[in-house]
């Protein structure tokens, strides 16, 4: 499966993805759509206790921003904005207080799907039921990724992840509005595109900063490529390629930058002042 397989399919994109997932795997299209109820009942579940507590994370690095964000007056008067923003976040804060969520496709890129899909849908007020074949879709963008590079941060820095999570988000937000296979595609792609070179750098190696803002400005990410992709917008670069170049990219990347906490904000002064004052409360 590729974009360009997907991009080609008479619309709506997922119906093809489904069709092509149940021909591979001997799973009949209920049973697959079940699995994505589910997988959407524990997103909603997930963005739920995070928007209810402010407790701290194992590290007390996180743990209070969807909470604080979402109980604030919306300075900006753009419901939309704030919704997506605040349910990334309350899933990823879940994550970091070892809370159930859904990996999608990873933990530290579980909120960008959950923000940007379920955050559009409440706001049209939209059942979520009409989730379920969007989401399926957003699987066959993943799958397609998944054949050219890891989806990976060790492997290929946070492009990999939350490149991919956005590019996931960017497709299925644009079918639940209506937009074509074509618009699908394209709207992942200028998610990819525009993630190109992002850096894996979480402070002491731990799922928390930057990772759970990161979740919140890459679900508005999504929401925006969705938005260029239904106003048929397209990338200059084919999609398959991008993904390519994405790849390319990541084994380009120095290890510093890949997950291992040594390099950028991980080794900033004030974070690994942080780090030992955390060690030294530890024990």
């Known amino acids: 499966m590729t974009l360009d397989d997907i991009l080609k399919a008479p619309s709506p994109a997922s119906q093809w993805v489904l069709d092509t997932d149940c021909e591979e795997n001997g ?17 909603r579940d997930s963005i739920e206790r995070g928007l209810k507590t402010d407790a701290r994370s194992i590290t007390g690095m996180v743990g209070w921003n969807a909470k604080g964000l979402w109980d604030a007056p919306d300075a900006l008067n753009a419901p939309l904005l704030k919704r997506v923003q605040a349910y990334a976040m309350a899933v990823n804060e879940e994550n970091a207080r070892m809370g159930r969520i859904v990996a999608a496709p990873t933990a530290g890129s579980a909120g960008t799907i959950p923000g940007a899909l379920i955050g559009v849908a409440d706001h049209l007020g939209l059942e979520d039921e009409a ?3 969007p989401l399926v879709l957003a699987a066959g963008i993943g799958k397609a990724i998944s054949r050219q590079m890891y989806i990976s941060g060790s492997a290929g820095g946070c492009q990999a992840e939350i490149g991919s999570s956005a590019a996931m988000a960017a497709a299925a937000v644009t079918e639940l509005l209506g ?66 170049a994405m790849a390319q990219v990541g084994r380009m990347m120095p290890l510093q930058l890949k997950e291992t906490a040594e390099g950028g904000l991980a080794q900033t002064p004030f974070a690994q002042g942080f780090l030992k004052d955390l060690e030294k409360s530890q024990k």
């Open 27 to 43: 799973l009949s299209a209920e049973e697959v759509k079940q699995v994505m109820r589910s997988r959407i009942a524990e997103m």
């Open 131 to 133: 989730l379920v074949m």
């Open 179 to 244: 937009g074509t296979s074509r618009a699908a595609v394209h709207a992942a792609a200028m998610a990819l595109m525009n993630t190109i070179g992002l850096v894996c750098d979480p402070v002491g190696g731990y799922v928390e900063v930057p990772c759970v803002s990161r979740n919140a400005f890459f679900a508005v990410h999504a929401v925006s490529s969705a938005q260029l992709a239904l106003a048929q917008l397209e990338s200059f670069i084919p999609p398959d390629e991008v993904i390519t």
